[in-house]
């Protein structure tokens, strides 16, 4: 029996709106999950609800072997840190985090020796008599996370909490979390629509699309085996190569490419190609593409080229290319990591 | 440069008439009320303090007025402090608990219900006087400090003033506290009220003053002299003036004056550094 069990869960707004099709999820205890997805794809919903911030319209949520969906959020022992925070403006930062201890009737040495650990594990300790008004981003981020660390819950929910940070404080911050979470063993759900949080954070990744759970896998999975062409797209900077084509003989034929694909004939297939599984061939043999636009990261260039049939395409590169805008080059497909997709249903294409 | 010093003192002319016009009154009622009646009747109102301050304010604190002679103006100070202190602090409470429960709880008809104690500013204590007057006699409170005070403390627009309030706090903040183990009722007391508290020092004020200068209510509520309050002696002591039985006594009247606007001055006094927060203050 797992410990979170998400179980056909239907969430439909009063106005009639569905935010959330028929998901279904298990979740490991000590584990950390990641939900992640477009604005508006229902994660925030997902989280709200396991939370009980939000009513289920059907199906199940169990916690720890019990049925939660009608027990009241202050009963669910679940701490959250919101995206805003939500830090209490009144209370100092030490009355911030002992609150949820002393409403749940903790003596107050105790409430005392626990605040004080809290603050020591996220170096807060010098903050303790400060009123939020007076913190900076990054420590407010600290004493939220605090004050969900200091009740010592059975899961903890992030909802997009890194997000007000700036971008370099970000991704300390992520660590940081990633860190934490090893060492408490808290069982975890993470909120954001940053695919790079979420691939760094997560033991397993839900990408949702508009209600509905695209896949549950490892980062790795997802990354190598996406299962449908939203979750191609939306994994992966830059983006992945999209061309529209069929299927003859054990080959794909699109307007100028032709590679191989082990799958029955089919018309209407998509294939995926990630940027970073095109290399510059000096060949002529590989397709001919004319050069639009050059973005040197350093570590990598990327370069946006269209081909002879106008498709447009992304090529991500390790070595330094001596390519410049205007330039023609040759360019050939890892044939070992290409993706197949149904154009109609989406979904990858299964041998 | 120099136009902007010149509109800088046009300012501060302006201001400086507004203070003159708010405070000469109450310099020229203070100083009148330290002199004796003869040098006030034949030469009028003083501009400089005189040898009476402690005569005038002792004979004006401590003797007995009315008809049956029972209340001091120290009294009636005290009656009108009770009242506006009771009117004002049940006021802000029942308005806050009622504000909550318009915000906070989505039961059926909360739109409509505000509206309806909105109109309720449109039916001021005057207009309803005789049927509150009725209920009040009938539960025999005429001539109590409760019969002066209950008619008085629902009020629509501290109702509005909180509700608007509420509505700005955020609702991460309720969610984040239901999670931390708060029930509705912790979450007033530990959240609201002290969000709210430069708020409550506004409508403290407000209704302070407000309670304290009811006349027409008291006027009708108290046959007994025992609770007659301030604003109602200030009569009294007018109708004198006319009656004409000895030389009138101008110079106790403006002690009088003086004395009984002392309770509200304090009240703001005390309270202006909220208050004034709580009237400018826009974000949570």
């Known amino acids: 029996m797992s410990f979170i069990n998400l179980k056909n869960v239907v969430k439909v707004y009063p106005d009639g709106t569905q935010a959330i099709f028929n998901s279904s999820l298990s979740i490991e205890k000590g584990e950390l999950v990641v939900f992640v997805g477009p604005s508006g794809c229902g994660k925030s919903t997902l989280l709200r609800m396991i939370a009980g911030l939000e009513d289920v319209t059907e199906g199940e949520i169990d916690l720890d072997g019990n049925r939660i969906n009608e027990i009241d959020p202050s009963e669910r022992d679940i701490a959250m840190v919101f995206q805003n925070y939500a830090l209490y403006p009144h209370m100092s930062v030490y009355n911030n985090i002992a609150y949820g201890l002393r409403s749940r009737g903790i003596k107050k040495l105790e409430i005392e020796a626990q605040v004080t650990n809290v603050s020591e594990l996220l170096q807060i300790g010098d903050l303790l008599s400060k009123k939020p008004g007076q913190l900076s981003g990054g420590q407010r981020q600290r004493v939220a996370m605090g004050r969900a660390i200091a009740r010592d819950p059975k899961v903890f929910l992030f909802d997009e909490p890194l997000s007000n940070l700036d971008a370099k404080l970000r991704v300390q911050v992520r660590l940081e979390i990633k860190k934490l979470q090893r060492k408490m063993g808290t069982t975890s759900i993470f909120v954001t629509h940053d695919q790079t949080e979420a691939m760094t954070l997560g033991d397993r990744l839900v990408v949702m699309n508009k209600g509905v759970m695209e896949q549950v896998g490892t980062p790795m999975e997802i990354y190598y085996h996406p299962k449908t062409k939203f979750v191609a797209e939306f994994i992966g900077t830059p983006s992945m190569n999209f061309i529209t084509g069929s299927i003859k003989d054990k080959t794909f034929k699109a307007s100028s490419f032709a590679v191989p694909a082990r799958y029955e004939d089919k018309d209407d297939v998509i294939l995926g190609v990630r940027p970073e599984d095109i290399s510059i061939t000096k060949a002529t043999t590989g397709v001919k593409c004319k050069v639009e636009l050059i973005e040197k990261l350093g570590s990598s260039t990327v370069i946006y080229c269209v081909d002879m049939k106008e498709n447009q395409l992304c090529v991500s590169t390790q070595s330094r290319a001596s390519v410049e805008v205007g330039d023609t080059i040759h360019i050939s497909t890892n044939n070992k990591a290409l993706h197949f997709f149904d154009r109609e249903t989406s979904k990858a294409l299964t041998k | ?284």
């Open chain 2, 1 to 284: 440069m120099i136009i902007n010093r010149l509109t800088q003192m046009f300012a501060h002319f302006i201001l400086l008439l507004g203070v003159l016009l708010m405070v000469i009154p109450i310099w020229l009622a203070f100083t009148s009320s330290t002199h004796d009646n003869v040098t006030l009747i034949t030469e009028g109102m003083q501009w400089y303090p005189g040898p009476l301050f402690i005569e005038n304010y002792d004979e004006v604190l401590n003797e007995k007025g009315g008809f049956s002679e029972e209340i001091t103006a120290t009294g009636m100070l005290i009656n009108s402090f009770i009242m506006g202190l009771g009117i004002a602090t049940l006021k802000v409470i029942i308005s806050m608990m009622a504000a909550y429960s318009l915000v906070y709880f989505r039961f059926s008809l909360a739109t409509p219900i505000f509206w309806f104690i909105f109109i309720t500013l449109l039916v001021p204590l005057e207009v309803r006087i005789f049927p509150s007057y009725k209920i009040v006699s009938d539960m025999g409170l005429t001539n109590s400090y409760t019969g002066l005070v209950l008619p008085l403390v629902a009020s629509a627009t501290a109702v509005f003033f909180f509700r608007q309030f509420y509505k700005s706090v955020p609702d991460e903040l309720l969610e984040s506290a239901k999670l931390d183990g708060a029930n509705s009722w912790r979450f007033f007391i530990d959240f609201l009220v002290p969000l709210s508290k430069t708020m409550i020092a506004a409508m403290f004020i407000f209704m302070f003053v407000f309670g304290y200068s009811q006349y027409l209510w008291p006027l009708l509520m108290t046959t007994d002299e025992k609770y007659w309050t301030v604003v109602m002696g200030m009569k009294l002591i007018y109708v004198e003036l006319y009656e004409g039985v000895s030389l009138p006594r101008v110079g106790q009247r403006f002690a009088y004056i003086i004395l009984s606007i002392i309770p509200p001055v304090l009240i703001v006094v005390l309270l202006q550094r909220w208050f004034i927060k709580g009237l400018i203050q826009t974000e949570k």
